[in-house]
């Protein structure tokens, strides 16, 4: 099994920037990818960017040129860079890794969430 601890979020201005961080650990072989997630109130959970552990990033539209995903150099840790931000970036922010050991099939494990709050 594996544990996401999620650091980072908080009360931001409009414009400004915040970094989310998430710290995989536990039994594993290995994490696969890793990502993020986010949920406003009264909306669907909705992606925001992804990244494997070989460095190939997705994001969605909404972020593309103010977010920026990456992994740490132990491939089990995650950052989300999140600069001009805006009130509709507001959000809990849920972290997920993809792991697997040697023989299974990829398996999503999710965090607790992280609240994001931009003030206009």
């Known amino acids: 099994q594996v544990q996401l601890v999620e650091s980072g979020g908080g009360l931001v201005q409009a414009g400004g920037s915040l970094r989310l961080s998430c710290a995989a650990s536990?039994?594993?072989?290995?994490?696969?990818?890793m990502g993020w997630y986010r949920q406003a109130p009264g909306k669907q959970r909705e992606l925001v960017a992804t990244?494997?552990?070989?460095?190939?990033?997705n994001y969605a539209d909404s972020v593309k040129g103010r977010f920026t995903i990456s992994m740490g150099n132990g491939k089990n840790t995650a950052y989300l860079q999140m600069n001009s931000l805006d009130p509709e970036d507001t959000a809990v922010y849920y972290c997920?890794?993809?792991?697997?050991?040697?023989?299974?099939?990829?398996?999503?494990?999710w965090g607790q969430g992280t609240q994001v709050t931009v003030s206009s």
């Open positions: 997920t890794a993809d792991w697997s050991y040697p023989t299974t099939k990829s398996i999503r494990s």
């Open positions: 536990g039994s594993f072989f290995r994490v696969n990818a």
């Open positions: 990244i494997t552990t070989s460095g190939s990033t």
